[in-house]
């Protein structure tokens, strides 16, 4: 991958992959071209037979702020079926990090909005900078979070999904180690090192073990989800995303004001 590519990868000798979100100039938010460049990145490692481990980061002062709401606006205009091809990508993406038979690792930096939420919750071990903050704040803007709802109740469970995707509300770094979504918070300017250490912990141990261990925990988790409940999770998605409701919620960031639900009208 280029150094423009909306999603970077690089393996080192040690067989640790690192897959960095390359959108800077927008927070690293996700369109289309990244969801296709993160998927070709996993199929990169998944064949590669070198990767022992998964370093995941955003590039810039973000780690990532969720979808990009100019593209989405413009995928709403589309058809039925381009939405659910949308739809579909973006949770495939995180299905396959969930499921990834290696150890994988975040490294939160920034803000960690929407559908970054949903991807640190289909990572093993997340790291965070006490600066950090996150949200899942699709319902501000008329959206849902349907399709990272089973990751996230795996991580943090059905009560803090209850507050936190209802609200949309913002929490920092201290919380969301409290709920579960991450593990370990540090300063910012240790987070590289942070990282590291994180790194030589998981180089000790056996590939194949680890592998097991990871396939037998998410053999009873939510974020499991295969056929039907997988397709019926993306087709509401879709189809929440051409609503009403959500063409007035993306109006009102484009136009950068209340949404009539907002003011009562």
């Known amino acids: 991958m280029s150094d423009t590519s909306p999603v970077l990868l690089q393996t080192d000798a040690r067989g640790v992959a690192t897959v960095t979100l390359n959108r800077p100039e927008v927070n690293n938010a996700y369109n289309g071209e990244l969801i296709a460049a993160l998927l070709a990145g996993l199929d990169a490692i998944e064949t590669d037979t070198r990767v022992r481990l998964v370093v995941l980061k955003g590039n810039g002062k973000h780690f990532q702020a969720g979808a990009d709401l100019t593209w989405i606006n413009a995928v709403r205009t589309a058809s039925p079926a381009e939405n659910e091809r949308v739809s579909r990508a973006t949770a495939t993406a995180v299905d396959r990090l969930n499921r990834l038979s290696v150890p994988t690792l975040a490294l939160v930096q920034g803000g960690c909005f929407g559908g970054g939420t ?148």
């Open 118 to 265: 949903g991807i640190v919750a289909a990572c093993d071990v997340v790291i965070a900078a006490d600066t950090a903050q996150f949200s899942i704040a699709e319902v501000r803007w008329g959206l849902a979070a349907q399709i990272i709802i089973p990751q996230l109740v795996d991580a943090i469970g059905l009560r803090q999904v209850r507050r936190y995707a209802l609200t949309g509300e913002r929490f920092g770094a201290a919380e969301a180690r409290r709920i579960g979504l991450v593990h370990e918070v540090v300063p910012l300017a240790e987070l590289a090192a942070a990282g590291a250490g994180m790194i030589e912990q998981l180089l000790q141990n056996g590939p194949q073990s680890m592998a097991e261990t990871k396939a037998c925990a998410l053999d009873s988790a939510w974020g499991r989800l295969e056929g039907q409940p997988f397709d019926e999770l993306i087709a509401v998605h879709a189809r929440r995303r051409q609503t009403e409701e959500a063409k007035e919620g993306l109006a009102s960031f484009a136009e950068k004001r209340a949404a009539r639900w907002v003011r009562g009208k």
